[in-house]
């Protein structure tokens, strides 16, 4: 050791972390309400609000209360609502007809909050889930899910979507071909602005089980989505798919789940640098949610911090049921 040895640590970087001034003038990465797109279940009636057992502080809210919420939305800054329809059991068929029919659930919310709140970006999701007898993303033949006769049905449900205004189309469905399908057929009709987000990361993952419960798909479902969803392990395949769905025109693309799967979400958007989304999706609500009601974490700390990080690893916005207790907080 020299005798003009520094006696202090080369580097103190408790020295920007001294002070809340120092450590906001040091901050890489923000959190803002325009990162937020806040999923919603939409169910039949009127003036319902109804609790999802399985996400507290969830409900699923009949179309006059979800205008409300769009209503809501929009006044705390946030750009857009995802609509996940919770359909009468009575209406899901084999063939999946009610996904299509322009009437459907999901179709009548999104004219009514269009009709109501011009301004907030209405998004979609396109998968077969919730018209399915069989609780599948597809239709299924003999046990199988068939690929190209379920992109057909996607393409009419895309349709009847953007018809009724749709900004943002989410297909979730993880068809091969659906992308340039849905795209080919909105330029022939016209619908040259809809843009499409893709759940092109989409892996088969057990965080969905309370979604399942709040669409009712869950004791519909047959089996489970191995056949179509990304095992967890497949992080090269991911990669490939979204690249797949970037070239047959999606505008956007989503990680799903989003915790869990931070690696991915770096990993796309320095692969392709294209709008990148991550999926908060119901398990991971329900977990943080869960721990916090039993006074074993702090919730809206974890709340916040897990957002950020969503940010942090490369996230231009996160689909979150936080949304608007985050926009709340983000506003003061
Ligand atoms: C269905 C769909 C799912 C989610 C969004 N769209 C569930 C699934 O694939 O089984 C999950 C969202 C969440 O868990 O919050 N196509």
Redesign the pocket.
């Known amino acids: 050791m020299s005798a003009t040895q520094a006696t202090f640590p080369a580097t103190r970087f408790r020295r920007t972390r001294a002070s809340a001034s120092l450590r906001n003038l040091v901050r890489e990465t923000e959190l803002s309400v325009n990162d937020l797109i806040w999923?919603v279940f939409v169910r039949d009636g009127s003036g319902i609000e109804e609790p999802v057992i399985s996400m507290p502080g969830v409900v699923r809210r009949s179309v006059d209360r979800i205008v409300e919420a769009a209503r809501e939305a929009q006044s705390l800054g946030i750009p857009a609502i995802c609509l996940?329809p919770y359909t009468d059991p009575s209406l899901k068929t084999e063939l999946c007809e009610e996904a299509w029919n322009p009437d459907n659930l999901s179709n009548r919310a999104i004219r009514a909050i269009k009709d109501a709140v011009p301004e907030i970006a209405v998004m979609t999701?396109?998968?077969?889930?919730?018209y399915n007898a069989n609780g599948h993303?597809g239709i299924v033949r003999d046990g199988v899910i068939v690929n190209d006769e379920t992109v057909e049905a996607l393409v009419k449900m895309a349709l009847e979507q953007a018809r009724a205004g749709a900004d943002i189309l989410?297909p979730?469905?993880?068809m091969d071909g659906r992308i340039g399908a849905i795209r080919t057929a909105l330029e022939a009709e016209g619908h040259t602005n809809v843009t499409i987000m893709s759940?092109a990361a989409?892996f088969a993952?057990a965080?969905?089980?309370?979604?399942?419960d709040?669409?009712g798909?869950s004791g519909a479902?047959k089996g489970d989505?191995k056949t179509y969803?990304i095992d967890p392990a497949n992080a090269r395949e991911a990669l490939r798919c979204v690249e797949r769905d970037l070239m047959e025109g999606a505008d956007m693309v989503m990680v799903?789940?989003g915790q869990p799967y931070l690696d991915m979400v770096t990993r796309v958007k320095e692969a392709f640098g294209a709008p990148t989304y991550a999926?908060?999706?119901?398990?991971?609500?329900a977990m943080i949610e869960a721990a916090a009601a039993n006074g074993w974490i702090d919730g809206e700390r974890v709340m916040l911090e897990s957002l950020m990080c969503f940010r942090r690893a490369g996230c231009d916005g996160v689909?979150t049921?936080f949304a608007p207790r985050v926009a709340r907080l983000l506003n003061g």
């Open positions: 999923p996940f999701d396109i998968a077969l889930d919730p993303d989410g979730s469905d993880m759940y989409k993952s965080y969905y089980g309370p979604f399942r709040a669409v798909a479902l989505k969803q799903k789940p999926y908060q999706v119901s398990g991971e609500y689909l049921y």
